[in-house]
C-alpha cells in the first residue's frame, strides 16, 4: 500500500469495500477528526482529540484507524490565501512525515482554506451557542476539508 502523501489519482485505487477515510483539521492544540461512510460519498464530523504529545498523538489516531479499517488521511493543508505555504503547511508536512513510521497510510493533503469560516458558518446557521460550536468547531471543519475530497473523488468516475 502506499503510503505518505499522495494525489487524489494514486488514492482513489487504494479505496477498498468496506474502508474508510479519515479527515483531520490539524491544529496546534487539537485536531479536528471526521469519518468517511464506506461508499466514500459523506464526511462527518467525529470527535476533536486534545493534542498533547506526537508519539500519544499518533497512537490516538492508529487506534482509531485500526478501529475503523481506515484506507488513507486526508489531512487539511493551511495555505495562505495567495496559495502559498507558510509556516503552519511546513508544520502539517512535517507531523506527515513524522507520522509515517506509525501508521503508514497513504495522506492526501487537501486544501484547508476557509474550512473553518465554512463550519463556523454552518454551525452559527444551526443555531448553536458559542460554547457548543467550540466544542465541534474542529471535527466540523475536518468534515468540510474530507467532504471537498469526497466530492472530488466522485466526480473522477
Known amino acids: ?24 483539521d490539524l491544529g496546534t492544540e487539537t485536531i479536528g477528526l471526521a469519518l468517511s461512510d464506506v461508499e466514500f460519498r459523506i464526511a462527518t464530523p467525529m470527535k476533536t482529540l486534545k493534542r498533547t504529545k506526537f508519539r500519544a498523538d499518533a497512537a490516538a ?13 486526508v489531512l487539511g493543508l493551511p495555505l495562505n490565501m495567495d496559495g502559498s505555504e507558510g509556516p503552519r503547511a511546513q508544520a502539517t508536512r512535517a507531523f506527515v512525515r513524522n507520522l509515517g513510521p506509525i501508521l503508514p497510510l497513504p495522506v492526501l493533503l487537501w486544501d484547508e482554506r476557509l ?39 466522485a466526480r473522477m468516475d
Open 61 to 73: 489516531l492508529a487506534k482509531l484507524a485500526a478501529e475503523f479499517e481506515i484506507a488513507g488521511l
Open 115 to 153: 474550512s473553518t469560516v465554512a463550519a463556523e458558518r454552518a454551525l452559527l446557521a444551526a443555531d448553536l451557542s458559542r460554547a457548543k460550536r467550540g466544542a465541534i468547531i474542529d471535527a466540523t471543519a475536518a468534515a468540510f476539508i474530507l467532504q471537498g475530497a469526497l466530492d472530488r473523488l
Open 1 to 24: 500500500m502506499a503510503q505518505g502523501i499522495v494525489t487524489l489519482e494514486a488514492l482513489k485505487p487504494l479505496l477498498i469495500r468496506g474502508a474508510r477515510l479519515l479527515g483531520l
